[in-house]
């Protein structure tokens, strides 16, 4: 699968319901369009995976080193909340209203559907505004931090 790209606004009704844009939806193979997982993020938002993606993520979860104390918590972390959700024949998805309390999107709220990498990142319009309100300069500094540390661990830059 390609990486998802995009920003989009939505709205949540009342029901915990939103409409997957069709700029998203597009970006998905067909055989990925109905089937997805939603759980916690690592911030203050939801991930949505398509199944298969979601599958991929799980090998690298999955074959941590079942004696060691982080690696039972991250994956007790990932595991958290999981629930598969299906797109509905007017493409909506029903969002667990527990995961929705626990990322504060209220129903019938403004929430952001940002593409990154493999899964859709689900945010309330305001988190999502507060996370992504930096300055040009903060985010070149971000960014030769991070690029510094991956270049410093010998990462292979094509993976």
Known sequence: MNSLLGEYTCKI????RVRLPSGLLDQLPVEERDQF??????????YLYPRK????EMVKVNNLDQFDEQSRKLQRIMYRGASPIKRDNVDRLNLPNSLLSWAGISPSGDLV?????????????SEWEAQMNI????????????MAKRNAGGVDEAN
């Open 135 to 146: 300055s040009p300069e903060e985010m070149a500094e971000l960014a030769q931090q991070v």
């Open 37 to 46: 997982v939603i759980h916690r993020g690592f911030e203050k938002c939801l």
């Open 113 to 125: 559907l940002a593409g990154v990498n493999n899964r859709i990142e689900i945010w309330s319009a």
């Open 53 to 56: 993606a979601w599958e991929q």
């Open 13 to 16: 009704d009342s029901k915990g």
